[in-house]
């Protein structure tokens, strides 16, 4: 019976790291998701801020931080910060300004 169990248990690890992604096919998906959210943005020249954020599977969702310029000619250029939340299930890209994340630039 010791043995079943140890062979069960065994088995049930071995079937457990089969499922793992690897190095190649996480590196493909950030891949993925990156390209999505910068088509997603508003922003110009649009580029990560440090790596995405992989949230467990029961929330469905890579965060993504990306940092650019306004398009706007009232903008004049100024660099912006957007959130993008891309759906695993429906490969969708939401992007959304959060400009609140930067501290305020002081000026002496």
């Known amino acids: 019976m010791k043995t079943l169990t140890a062979s069960l248990l065994c088995l049930t690890a071995l079937a457990s790291q089969a499922h ?6 996480w590196a493909a998906y950030d891949k993925t998701v990156l390209a999505s959210c910068t088509k997603a943005s508003g922003l110009k020249n649009a580029k990560p801020v440090g790596t995405p954020a992989q949230f467990d599977d029961r929330v469905g ?6 940092q650019g310029q306004y398009p706007q000619k009232h903008m004049k250029g100024q660099q912006g910060t957007e959130l993008c939340l891309y759906n695993k299930q429906s490969k969708t ?11 305020p630039v002081k000026t002496k």
């Open 93 to 103: 890209a939401f992007v959304t300004e959060w400009d609140s994340i930067r501290p």
């Open 20 to 25: 793992a992604s690897s190095p190649d096919a």
């Open 61 to 66: 969702y890579t965060a993504v931080l990306l």
